[in-house]
Nanobody, 122 residues
Framework: QVQLVESGGGLVQAGGSLRLSCAASGRAFSEYAMAWFRQAPGKEREFVAAISRSGFVRNTADSVKGRFTISRDNAKNTMYLQMNNLKPEDTAVYYC???????????????WGQGTQVTVSS
């Protein structure tokens, strides 16, 4: 079992940047593939990006490709999402997740953080 806590969300102007963090505890962070999902009110949870245990393999949704970068630092037990050129449609609660394999389906991830709100104004 692993516990996940997101941080770094907030209010930002369109075109601005935010850096989200997901801190892990309870079990070795490096044993898990990790991912970011987001969910807006009334919408289904949406895949954003995922990263393999080693950090070598990455998968990023087309909607954020070129703007968002996922990374991890296994020595710090932390995953990051650098979000640049933010748009109002990026507004959502962002969740980090841990699982056995890199996936784009939310049901494939066993462990979730509490979420952090990102709001982009225009």
């Amino acid at each position: 079992q692993v516990q996940l806590v997101e941080s770094g969300g907030g209010l930002v102007q369109a075109g601005g940047s935010l850096r989200l963090s997901c801190a892990a505890s309870g079990r070795a962070f490096s044993e898990y593939a990790m991912a970011w999902f987001r969910q807006a009110p009334g919408k289904e949870r949406e895949f954003v990006a995922a990263i393999s245990r080693s950090g070598f393999v990455r998968n990023t949704a087309d909607s954020v490709k070129g703007r968002f970068t996922i990374s991890r630092d296994n020595a710090k037990n932390t995953m990051y999402l650098q979000m640049n050129n933010l748009k109002p449609e990026d507004t959502a609660v962002y969740y980090c997740a841990a699982g056995d394999l890199i996936r784009v389906d939310h049901e494939r991830y066993a462990y979730w953080g509490q979420g952090t709100q990102v709001t982009v104004s225009s």
